[in-house]
C-alpha cells in the first residue's frame, strides 16, 4: 500500500477495506450443511476520490458485479469495511443508511429489466425525492423536468412509459433516476453493454459530462476494455474475487504488467485489419476457475505463460510496480 | 460460379402494428472458402438475412416476399422441402449467438452432437458417436471422452459454444453461418473461439458468413465486408478497403463511434437520432435522417447499392455526386 498523507485520504469520498463477500454454498436435503463458500469478492481494498472515474474489469464471475452490490449494501459484506465519506456502511443503523444511500447510487446492466414498467418516467423520477422528502410536493415537477434535461430528453416525455423508450433512451432514465438525489459518486454495472455501438458513444458522453460537471465519483464496471479505457481515470482489473492490477487507465491498458491484464488486452479485437492481423495474441486456455475452490497461490497460475513452482505457494500481494501502479503477481521484475 | 449468391432477398413481418421490411432487397456473394462479414447494429436485418437462408425464419408472422438464394445451383427459397433439408444442416449450417438457449437442455451433448449425421449420413450409432468424438477433440474440448455424455448445464458458455461449432461442422459444410457467436461471451473466451473458427476454416476449406456489431471482431477475421442499414446493405468492400476508406457516411460514423479509435478523453463521435422504424415507409435514404451529409437529394429516391471502384459498392447518392469529403 502507498502511503496517503492524511490530507489526501479525506479527499477520499469512497473507501473499501479488504472487502470479502462470501455466499454459502450447502449440502444435503434434509439436513443442510455448509459445505464451502464462493469467494466471490476476496479482499478488496480500493479508495475513489470525488469526480474520479474508476474502472472495474474482469471477466464474468469474477465478482465485479457482487462487488458493485457489495458498496451499495445490497448484499452484506461478510467481511471488511465499505466506508463512504468517513462512515462505516457495515455498521449504520437503518437511519444513517437511509441518508447514506441519497449520496450511493446504482445504474443496471439492462434498462429493459431496471425499469418498473408499469411506472411513467415521472413516477420514477419522483419516486426517491418524495421518499426521502428532498423537495416538497410542489417543487416535484420542476426538479423532474430538470433531470428530463440533464440526460437529454424532453420533460414532456416524461409521462411515458418505458416501453415507449428504446434502449438508449431507457439507459438515460436509468441515469436521471440515479441522479435524481444528488449522489456522490454512481456504480454503473456494464451500463452500455446490452447497448449498440452508436448508442454506447451517448451514453459514455453523457456519463462522461455528468462527471465533469457536476462533481460526480463513477465507478464504471465494463468489461470492453477500449471503453474503459475511453472513459476512466483509474482501472482495476479483477481476477477472481481479487484486484490484481491497478493503476492509471491509459497507463495500464497500454502498458499492462500483470500477466492476466496482458491476456486480456490482447484477446480485444483491434478494429484496423492492419494492426488486427499482424498482432501477436495471447489466447488464454481454459475458462476462469471456481471461485468455490480456488487454486492455491496466484488463482491465475494454471493459466499463466509465465508460472513457476513458487506461483502456487502464496497468494501474492498488491504492490507498488511504477507511479501510482499496482500490481499483484511475484514475478513482476523477471517478465519485465 | 459463387458457392452461395443471394439476390434481392426480401423478408418482411406481417403483424398487427403494420409491416416489418426487416430485408428489402439484398443481394450478395459468398466464395468457397472465404469469409464475409456481415455488420450492422441491431434491428439492421442482418439476423434475417441469416434465417431467411436457413429456413428459420417463423411465417407468419414472417414472409418471404422475393428474392432467390441459391447454393451450388440450388435455389433455397423454392426449392422442395425435401431439396431443402439435404441441404441446410449439411452443406450450410450455422451457429447462434446464445449458446445458453440453443442447446437442449433435455438431451445429453452426445445425442445433440450425433443428430445431424444421424438424419444425413447412413452410419450407425457407434460410427456417429466416433465422429462425434474426433470433432469434440477438435473443438478443443478436453476428456471429450467422458464430457461428451454430459448434459449442457455441466459446461460453460465458451464450452457450450464449443459444442454448437462440433455440431455444426459434423457434417463437413461448405457453408458456415456464424450469427454473433462470440456476442455472449468473454473477450478471452471469444479470442478463443475466433482462433478456432479461423482453424477449422484453413483445415476444412469452408466458407463461412459472420454476423457481428463488433467492427474490431470483422477486422480479424474477414476477407470481406458488407455493412447493413434498416434492412439494406449500404457498403461493401474488402476489409482492407473498408476500414481505411470507408465511401458510406454510415460505415464512417460506426467506426467514428468505437472508443478505441478515439484519442482518450475526447468527446466520442455519435450518431445523432435512433435507427429508423422498418414498418414506417421511408422515402429515400434510410440513413439520411441522421446522416450529417444529408441534403433533399438524399430523399428524393432510395439510393442504389452501385460499384465505385473495382469490389467496393456504396448506396449515397452525395458521394456518388463527389458532393462529400470527408476532412471538409
Known amino acids: 500500500m502507498p502511503d496517503h498523507p492524511p490530507s489526501a485520504v479525506s479527499e477520499n469520498i469512497l473507501e473499501l477495506r479488504d472487502v470479502r463477500t462470501y455466499f454459502p454454498v450447502h449440502r444435503g436435503f434434509l439436513v443442510k450443511r455448509q459445505t464451502g463458500a464462493v469467494r466471490a469478492v476476496d479482499g478488496v481494498t480500493l479508495s475513489v476520490r470525488q469526480g474520479e472515474v474508476l474502472g472495474l474489469v474482469g471477466e464474468s464471475g469474477c465478482g465485479k458485479s457482487t462487488l458493485a452490490r457489495t458498496i451499495l449494501q445490497i448484499i452484506p459484506a461478510t467481511g471488511g469495511s465499505v466506508i463512504l465519506n468517513g462512515r462505516n456502511l457495515g455498521e449504520a443503523t437503518r437511519e444513517q443508511m437511509l441518508a447514506c444511500r441519497r449520496d450511493l447510487q446504482m445504474v443496471f446492466q439492462d434498462p429493459y429489466a431496471s425499469l418498473n414498467p408499469r411506472m ?46 428504446s434502449g438508449g433512451q431507457r439507459q438515460r432514465i436509468a441515469i436521471a433516476r440515479a441522479l435524481a438525489l444528488r449522489p456522490k459518486i454512481i456504480v454503473a454495472d456494464e451500463p452500455v453493454s446490452a447497448l449498440d455501438v452508436s448508442i454506447q458513444a451517448q451514453i459514455l458522453n453523457l456519463l462522461s459530462q455528468l462527471c465533469r460537471d457536476m462533481g460526480l465519483a463513477l465507478i464504471f464496471i465494463a468489461h470492453d476494455l ?13 481476477y477472481l474475487g481479487k484486484i490484481v492490477e491497478l493503476g492509471p487507465a491509459e497507463d495500464v491498458i497500454d502498458r499492462p504488467r500483470h500477466p492476466y491484464t496482458r ?17 501477436k495474441r495471447i489466447v488464454l486456455a481454459g475458462d476462469p476457475p471456481s471461485p468455490i475452490n480456488p487454486p492455491a497461490g496466484c488463482a ?23 507511479p501510482s501502479r499496482e500490481a499483484a503477481c511475484i514475478r513482476l521484475d523477471e517478465i519485465g | 460460379m459463387p458457392l452461395l449468391t443471394v439476390t434481392d432477398l426480401r423478408t418482411h413481418f406481417h403483424t398487427r402494428n403494420g409491416v416489418y421490411r426487416a430485408v428489402d432487397g439484398v443481394s450478395f456473394n459468398v466464395e468457397r472458402g472465404e469469409t464475409l462479414g456481415m455488420v450492422g447494429e441491431s434491428g439492421s436485418g442482418k439476423s434475417v438475412v441469416c434465417y431467411s437462408i436457413m429456413g428459420l425464419v417463423p411465417q407468419p408472422p414472417g414472409r418471404i416476399e422475393g428474392g432467390s438464394a441459391v447454393f451450388d445451383g440450388v435455389d433455397l427459397l423454392r426449392c422442395s422441402p425435401r431439396a431443402a433439408r439435404s441441404i441446410r444442416g449439411k452443406r450450410v449450417s450455422m451457429i447462434f449467438q ?36 474426433e470433432m469434440m477433440e477438435a473443438v ?10 454430459f448434459y449442457p448445464h455441466e459446461f460453460s458458455g465458451g464450452m457450450r459454444q464449443r459444442v454448437m461449432i462440433a455440431m455444426a461442422l459434423i457434417t463437413r459444410p461448405e457453408l458456415l453461418i456464424a450469427d ?19 482453424r477449422l476454416q484453413r483445415e476444412l476449406g469452408m466458407a463461412v458468413i459472420f454476423v457481428t456489431h463488433d467492427l474490431g471482431v470483422v477486422a480479424g477475421l474477414c476477407d470481406r465486408v458488407q455493412v447493413m442499414y434498416a434492412g439494406r446493405i449500404v457498403e461493401k468492400a474488402d476489409a482492407q478497403t473498408l476500414f481505411r476508406s470507408p465511401l458510406h457516411p454510415y460505415t464512417r460514423a460506426l467506426q467514428r463511434s468505437i472508443p478505441a479509435l ?8 455519435t450518431i445523432p437520432g435512433l435507427p429508423p422504424d422498418v414498418s414506417k415507409p421511408m422515402p429515400g435514404c434510410a440513413f439520411a435522417p441522421r446522416c450529417g451529409f444529408a441534403d433533399d437529394s438524399c430523399i428524393a429516391s432510395v439510393p442504389e447499392l452501385a460499384e465505385a471502384a473495382p469490389g467496393h459498392s456504396h448506396a449515397c447518392t452525395r458521394m456518388r455526386a463527389g458532393e462529400i469529403h470527408w476532412d471538409a
Open chain 2, 140 to 149: 478443443g474440448i478436453n476428456d471429450a471422452a467422458q464430457r461428451i455424455h
Open chain 2, 180 to 198: 454473433e457467436p462470440t456476442t455472449a461471451l468473454d473477450v478471452t473466451v471469444q479470442a478463443q473461439i475466433l482462433e478456432l473458427i479461423r
Open chain 1, 263 to 279: 491476456a486480456l488486452v490482447s484477446a480485444i479485437p483491434v478494429p484496423d485489419p492492419g494492426v488486427e492481423r499482424g498482432r
Open chain 1, 300 to 322: 491465475f497460475h494454471p493459466r499463466c505463460a509465465y508460472a513457476v513452482d513458487r506461483c502456487r505457494e502464496g497468494v501474492p500481494p498488491l504492490v507498488p510496480c511504477g
Open chain 2, 262 to 269: 478515439q484519442p482518450k478523453g475526447r468527446e466520442l463521435f
Open chain 2, 98 to 133: 446464445d449458446p445458453m438457449t440453443s442447446l437442449n437442455p433435455y438431451l445429453r451433448i452426445s445425442e445433440q452432437v450425433i443428430e445431424p449425421l444421424l438424419i444425413h449420413e447412413d452410419v450407425t450409432k457407434k460410427e456417429a458417436l466416433g465422429r462425434a468424438l
Open chain 1, 226 to 238: 477500449s471503453v474503459v479505457r475511453h472513459i476512466s481515470d483509474r482501472v482495476a482489473v479483477m
Open chain 1, 120 to 165: 411513467t418516467v415521472h413516477a420514477m423520477l419522483a419516486e426517491p425525492l418524495i421518499a426521502h422528502r428532498i423537495c416538497g410536493a410542489a417543487d416535484v415537477q420542476g426538479r423532474v423536468d430538470e433531470l428530463m434535461r440533464i440526460i437529454g430528453l424532453a420533460p414532456r416525455f416524461a409521462q411515458k412509459y418505458p416501453h415507449e423508450f
